[in-house]
């Protein structure tokens, strides 16, 4: 066991980060999105260190985050025209971009793939982390593999006290859901993951953009998404309707269970005399409070019946990946 220190963003707090860095250790840092779990992206040992912490499996690569003055063209393979439209229209910001790129950090990061998923975080935190080390970090969330996601300094210690050195703390996340991933790689920007950066705000700029379906049997493009993920430490229900979540809630009880619902704000009002988390009532609201509420969830109730938001599109497709994910409703 070591000690933990969650620390906020000073010289200080900088220097140590860098020395841990250096050393080969992971640092836990807040991001706008989710906080990430770093470590030198040039080191084999410390990117695996990461995959041992988090229990995550071997095929699932990393994202590498670098400072807004980072030179990136050291590290991957050319870019498409498109893509450097797009780093210039969303970048720093929740954006992930994927470009063709081999043998240019630890084989580790990218499990075997040609490519190399590039991310300029926008959190102040992150900047000045990333700007004090000066090298490409690799990250993924900073949660046990399968856990929810972290959105607090707290959320990353409870997964990681004693294991990791240092939490930078830069408060709450206020995205609340991993960036976009969209691969850079072919002639059309096609996204892998769906975050905040929406197909419609991608496309308005680079012209079009895909949207990858695996189909059944395929190896996935982006191995995570394949995984069980985001699963809170309760069991779950999933349903349509504030009065099937009232029936559940109630059987639920009876059976000596604690129950607890997760819904959107206007079924949370509704539904005010049961115990109940209210996700908010727009994509960017459902967004930010979706992973604390989970975390929230799984520490009050032994049940945590969703009711599937009614909002659709835009920002909505990201939080719905993830809520299927959590809640088993795939
Ligand atoms: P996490 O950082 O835990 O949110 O996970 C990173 C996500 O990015 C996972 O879904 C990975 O599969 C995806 N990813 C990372 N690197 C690549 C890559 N080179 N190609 C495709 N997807 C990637
Ligand atoms: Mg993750």
Known sequence: MIETRILGCNRDSLDAAVKYIEEGEVVAFHTETVYGLGANAFDDGAVLKIFELKGRPSDNPLI??????????????????????????????????????????????????????????????????????????????????????????????????????????????????ESTVLDCTGKVPQILREGLVTRAMI?????????????????????????????????TAHCRTAEEAAALYRRALEEGERPCILAESSVAQE???YAVLDLGSTGEEMARNLYALLREGEKR??????????????????????????????
């Open 64 to 177: 590498v985050h670098v400072h807004r003055d980072y030179d990136i063209s050291p590290l991957i393979d050319g870019e498409p025209p498109y893509a450097e439209a797009l780093r210039k229209a969303f970048l720093p910001g929740p954006l992930t971009m994927v470009y063709p790129s081999t043998g240019k950090v630890s084989q580790y990061v990218s499990c075997g793939l040609n490519t190399l998923a590039i991310r300029v975080p926008s959190s102040p935190t992150a900047q000045a982390f990333l700007k004090a080390v000066d090298l490409p970090i690799a990250a993924p969330s900073a949660n046990l593999s399968k856990h929810v996601s972290p959105v607090t300094a707290r959320h990353v210690y409870e997964d990681f006290a004693g294991r990791i050195p240092l939490i930078l703390d830069g408060g709450a996340c206020s995205g609340g859901i």
């Open 203 to 235: 496309a308005k700029v680079a012209g079009d953009c895909g949207v990858y379906r695996r189909q059944a049997g395929e190896k996935p493009k982006s191995p995570g998404m394949a995984y069980k993920h985001y699963a809170p430490r309760c069991n």
């Open 271 to 273: 539904l005010s005399g």
């Open 301 to 330: 109730a032994t049940l945590l019946i969703g009711v599937e938001p009614q909002l659709q599109g835009g920002v909505m497709d990201g939080v719905m990946n993830r809520w299927k994910k959590a809640f088993g409703a795939i």
